[in-house]
């Protein structure tokens, strides 16, 4: 118990005030601190954790694994390098979409719509047995597409043009007034975009690239038209030869959700760190 006595200077309470501060200011922290945890991961993680030692002792499912975890290579580097070459064809249509220049503009949007107007399980056969051998045909060989090729064209042609508008809205969000300033200083349009605009679009974009990116995590499924060994064409081949669809579906589908649910949670992280260095 605390004495008023105690006091040097007469301000009785001062202290009380400051000592229950000290009190209460980590029980509200503590409060603060359980309100950030992602409580939903905690309880997914429980839930993949009970499902993963049920399936690691179980024989038939350890052996469902050792056969299909090759395709989950190939599923992640289809995703990660369609991915780049997207992002690469999303921001040269997207600063085509906001350009003055008619023939440009015109190009992009031409692009934009007839892309996102089509299946992306088309685009996917048009970029095996359409683009691919046109390509090889019309080099005389010299340009020749693999399958894996093949499927990466086909997801940065199909996700370039959700990307191209991702971008056109992040760099119509940032105000007239900052392309103004950066031309008032003597940029150049391209070094204005480069140095002010884009840099702050990106970061209103990020949550949107970061969606797009899952999704096309479990779009990479799709290529297992074209024959790729992906995830889901290992899952498939191991079924056909053991007439074990409830195993080999069951395995596929937990590694999709354990790849995108800590994809989900990289992106989070992504997006604090930039709002961070943004204040």
């Known amino acids: 118990m605390v004495s008023e006595a105690s006091e040097p200077d007469g301000s009785v309470g001062t202290t009380l005030k400051a000592r229950s501060r000290g009190l209460v200011q980590p029980l509200w922290r503590a409060r603060l601190d359980l309100a950030r945890i992602p409580w939903w991961a905690v309880i997914v993680a429980i839930i993949g954790l009970y499902v993963g030692l049920g399936i690691l002792a179980s024989p038939r499912y350890r052996e469902v694994f050792r ?68 390509l090889r045909d019309t080099t005389a060989g010299a340009i020749t597409l693999s399958d894996l090729q093949e499927a990466i064209l086909g997801l940065a042609i199909g996700y370039g043009a959700y990307l191209a508008e991702v971008y056109r809205a992040g760099i119509e969000s940032i105000h007239r007034g900052q392309m103004e300033a950066a031309r008032s200083l003597g940029m150049t349009y391209m070094q204005a975009m480069r140095y002010v605009v884009l840099p702050q679009a990106i970061r209103v974009i990020l ?37 074990r669809a409830f195993e080999g579906y069951n395995s596929v589908a937990l590694l999709y959700l354990a790849m995108t649910l800590l994809l989900s949670l990289l992106v989070r992280w992504i997006e604090r760190r930039w709002s961070l260095h943004g204040r």
């Not at 599923?75 to 003055?100: K, N």
């Not at 220049?101 to 015109?106: K, R």
């Not at 934009?112 to 970029?127: H, K, T």
């Open 67 to 134: 056969f299909i975890i090759p395709g989950l290579r190939v599923t992640l580097q289809a995703t990660f390098a369609a991915y780049g070459l997207a992002l690469v064809i999303g921001l040269v249509v997207g600063l085509m979409r906001v350009s003055r220049n008619p023939v440009l503009y015109a190009l992009s949007t031409l692009y934009v719509e007839i892309i996102r107007g089509i299946p992306m399980l088309v685009i996917l056969l048009y970029a095996g047995f359409v683009i691919s051998p046109r």
């Open 207 to 243: 949550p949107p690239l970061g969606n797009d990116f899952i999704a096309m995590l479990k779009d990479s499924s799709l290529v297992a038209v074209l024959a790729i060994p992906d995830l889901l064409q290992m899952g498939r081949l191991y079924i056909s030869r053991t007439f």
